[in-house]
Nanobody, 130 residues
């Protein structure tokens, strides 16, 4: 079974950077579509980025130009580089693997939403101060 573990979160001042990591274990060859999501207390889960076989396919308008997803296949690790962080970026961040039967469709920006991802990490907290 596919398992995902996020790390790299922490506290940073506005304008700073963080790089989140998502280590995939189990059957990584089946994971071609990886999504990044975030959620703040009392708010809905928000999709922020998607990447398919190492190629970014989606970024939300709120993070576009500041966040970049990437993949290191040799290490079975996926990354989210976050630059020029803002206080409104504060949230719990999750990586998630597409449900196996979707064959990359969840990473299509027209289809990108949490419902297309069946395997989730535990989350890593990002806090951005003014």
């Amino acid at each position: 079974q596919v398992q995902l573990v996020e790390s790299g979160g922490g506290s940073v001042q506005a304008g700073g950077s963080l790089r989140l990591s998502c280590v995939v274990s189990g059957l990584p060859s089946r994971v071609k579509c990886l999504g990044w999501f975030r959620q703040s207390p009392g708010k809905e889960r928000e999709g922020v980025a998607a990447i398919y076989t190492g190629v970014p396919t989606y970024s939300s308008e709120s993070v576009k130009g500041r966040f970049a997803a990437s993949h290191d296949n040799a290490e079975n690790t996926w990354y989210l580089q976050m630059d020029r962080l803002k206080p409104e970026d504060s949230a719990m961040y999750y990586c998630a693997a597409e449900s196996p039967t979707l064959y990359g469709l969840a990473c299509n920006p027209r289809n990108f939403n949490a419902g297309g991802f069946g395997h989730w990490g535990q989350g890593t907290q990002v806090t951005v101060s003014s």
